[in-house]
């Protein structure tokens, strides 16, 4: 879309492009920073020369607000950025953060409601940012689908905060005037409860209805009737809210003290807050994923490490003086012989089981995980059994007492260990390096 404004140059800096959007208070620009060289979006305000004087002072004070307001965010990642404001012919004009995308009410008056895995990850971004924007005193006060933007990179981020209210600021609305859309608009607003943190979670509540049911679930023919939906109808029952579900129908209660928290909420929606990195705006979200057996990997290790060591340490001890090793076994005669050899057996065994982590979390791999532990039981017990032969062959080879063969076994079932440990540690730190933990991207 374009207009005569286009080619326009706002404090000497901001060269107009085309029209992205307009509303009622006034319209957003795609511009060039010919500063920077690189693309923005500048929001005009609109003041008709028509209008009272009050509103135009309350239009001026209402953009300074909402610039103020998102200044106040700017580093969090999921809300649209305020770079600057620039006053030309006594109006602002807001310089903002450009987003390569549409708004998920675009997005679902042209595809449709969201697909449910999208939903709630939409559900979790919004929830994230409206709990920042909270801890920084600001309430939206407007969140609808128009003011969610879904870029193409995959961030959501809230924007618009020309109806923001912090907990500093001074009322600026007349009394009996509403600001923002009637049917996103939490009860006690219209009652009179305005700028509480719970008119944003209901907003929320609406917007995600929308988003997964394809229909504003409060929206009638006049506004009135909308009002009236809003105050006393039920939002009809929901038939593709999937698990998102139970956090809805929570978020459009109608008492505020019933709608849950943000953490709460973050929770419902099944929100992976500890696998998540927030940081900052010129770098992106990658997952933070961990990999199963990482420290309770190493701490098994150590633990088996030290019960080989220890328990073929004490077989030395039990064993006999003279070429016993294969003897005791064989026959079975000496009851510390045996424990020793069925101790290495299964703690070797044990030990191979946690390098190669078939011990994984996940139940459903349970069966797979019990085969393959046994099947290396077996295969590393009889590899234990042939460190007691090796033993004994290099005893007879270098013609030493029958105790130094045991002595041998534990020199060889030690470096094996040493050799296993270092692996697996060079393997985490492989892990650690090569992007298995969370990591940003320029």
């Known amino acids: 879309m374009t207009s005569r404004l286009a080619g326009y140059v706002v404090g000497g800096r901001y060269r107009l492009a085309d029209e992205l959007g307009s509303g009622g208070f006034g319209r957003v620009w795609r511009a060039r920073d010919e500063t920077l060289d690189v693309d923005v979006a500048i929001k005009e305000l609109r003041l008709p020369p028509w209008i009272p004087e009050t509103e135009r002072a309350e239009r001026l004070a209402r953009a300074t607000r909402e610039a103020r307001n998102a200044a106040r965010l700017r580093q969090h ?160 029952a929901p038939q593709r809210t999937g698990p998102l579900t139970r956090l809805i129908t929570r978020l459009l209660d109608k008492d505020p003290g019933r709608r849950p928290t943000v953490d709460e909420a973050l929770a419902m929606a099944g929100a992976r807050s500890a696998t998540m990195v927030h940081v900052r705006r010129d770098t992106k979200i990658l997952p933070v994923r961990t990999r199963e057996g990482g420290r309770s990997g190493v701490a098994a290790l150590i633990v088996a490490m030290t019960a080989v060591v220890g328990l073929t340490a004490l077989g030395v001890a039990g064993l006999p003086d003279a070429g016993g090793t294969w003897e005791h076994f064989e026959r079975f005669r000496d009851d510390t012989a045996l424990i020793v050899a069925v101790a290495d057996v299964v703690i070797t065994g044990l030990l191979c089981a946690s390098l190669a982590r078939f011990l994984p979390k996940n139940a459903g791999r349970t069966v797979t995980a019990v085969a393959g532990a046994a099947g290396l039981v077996f295969g590393c017990g009889a590899t234990a059994f042939a460190f007691h032969g090796a033993g004994e062959t290099l005893r007879n080879m270098m013609e030493l007492p029958g105790r130094d063969a045991a002595t041998m076994s534990l020199t060889l079932i030690s470096i094996v260990v040493l050799v296993a440990a270092g692996a697996a540690w060079t393997s985490q730190r492989t892990d650690r390096r090569g992007g298995i933990r969370g990591r940003t991207r320029s």
């Open 77 to 236: 990642d999921g809300i649209v950025a305020i770079h600057d404001v620039v006053i030309e012919d006594g109006l602002p004009w807001i310089v903002m953060e450009l987003i390569e995308g549409c708004s998920l009410s675009e997005y679902v008056e042209e595809h449709g409601p969201l697909p449910l895995d999208r939903a709630v990850e939409v559900a979790a971004a919004l929830l994230t940012s409206i709990g920042a924007a909270h801890r920084e005193g600001v309430v939206h006060r407007d969140i609808k689908p128009a003011n969610v933007m879904l870029a193409e990179n995959g961030k959501v981020l809230l924007t618009d905060f020309g109806t923001a209210i912090h907990h500093t600021d001074s009322a600026l609305t007349a009394t009996g005037m509403f600001i923002g859309s009637a049917e996103y608009m939490a009860p006690e607003r219209l009652r009179g409860s305005d700028g509480l943190p719970a008119g944003d979670l209901f907003s929320l509540g609406v917007t995600l209805y929308q988003a997964v049911e394809g229909v504003s679930p409060f929206r009638r023919d006049t506004q009135e009737a909308t009002l009236a939906a809003v105050l006393l109808d039920e939002a009809p």
